[in-house]
T-cell receptor
């Protein structure tokens, strides 16, 4: 079964420092991977996706993610964190089936400290 | 583009009443919509997959008679929580997916349901 794991429940980083939110995946076949962000009491917003091609994927709000096949990872990164980046981050992978359901990781709460 | 709206954003109701939540894709046609439930500090739990013109597919453990889903058009899906009870209180989120390929889902802002 397709799955993703987010090993950290929470990540704290100082404003201006680089941030990394970790995600590892377990899939059969070619991996398709997504990152979403959720602000308090809001729905999820799409950040970026990896389908194929370059291992470094650039997304919204200055985020990027690095696909690493050997480590089966898809970590989300940003060179310089903003306080406004504080939110809940989910990585996700399509499950099997014709309607393209998505399985989400457990989420990582990012706190950027001023 | 790819905006999804939900209405209402917040609803409080008495136990035993029914509540309808609407999910609309505003600028694209969504052949598939999904309904999720999210408990505090937890990930999203998929409740059902809704396809225009056909019956919804419910995930294991989700009561289809309790959570009625209708996907009447390519831009509208509704979730009705029937005979709501306090344990149904939750954050309900819908998403919509464009047709074709491994396209990402676009999410609505969510509906906070509180059942007294």
């Amino acid at each position: 079964a397709q799955s993703v794991a987010q090993p950290e429940d929470q990540v704290k980083v100082a404003e201006g420092n680089p941030l990394t939110v970790k995600c590892t995946y377990s899939v059969s076949g070619n991996p398709y991977l997504f990152w979403y962000v959720q602000y308090p009491n809001r729905g999820l917003q799409f950040l970026l996706k990896y389908i194929t091609g370059d291992n470094l994927v650039k997304g919204s709000y200055g985020f990027e993610a690095e696909f690493n096949k050997s480590q089966t990872s898809f970590h989300l990164k940003k060179p310089s964190a903003l306080v406004s980046d504080s939110a809940l981050y989910f990585c996700a992978v399509p499950t099997s089936g014709g309607y393209q359901k998505v399985t989400f990781g457990t989420g990582t709460k990012l706190q950027v400290i001023p | 583009g790819a905006v999804v709206s939900q209405h209402p954003s917040r609803v409080i109701c008495k136990s035993g009443t029914s509540v309808k939540i609407e999910c609309r894709s505003l600028d694209f046609q969504a052949t598939t919509m999904f309904w999720y439930r999210q408990f505090p500090k937890q990930s999203l739990m998929l409740m059902a997959t809704s396809n225009e013109g056909s019956k919804a597919t419910y995930e294991q453990g989700v009561e289809k008679d309790k959570f009625l889903i209708n996907h009447a058009s390519l831009t509208l899906s509704t979730l009705t929580v029937t005979s709501a009870h306090p344990e149904d209180s939750s954050f309900y989120i819908c998403s919509a997916r464009k047709a074709g390929g491994y396209n990402e889902q676009f999410f609505g802002p969510g509906t906070r349901l509180t059942v007294l």
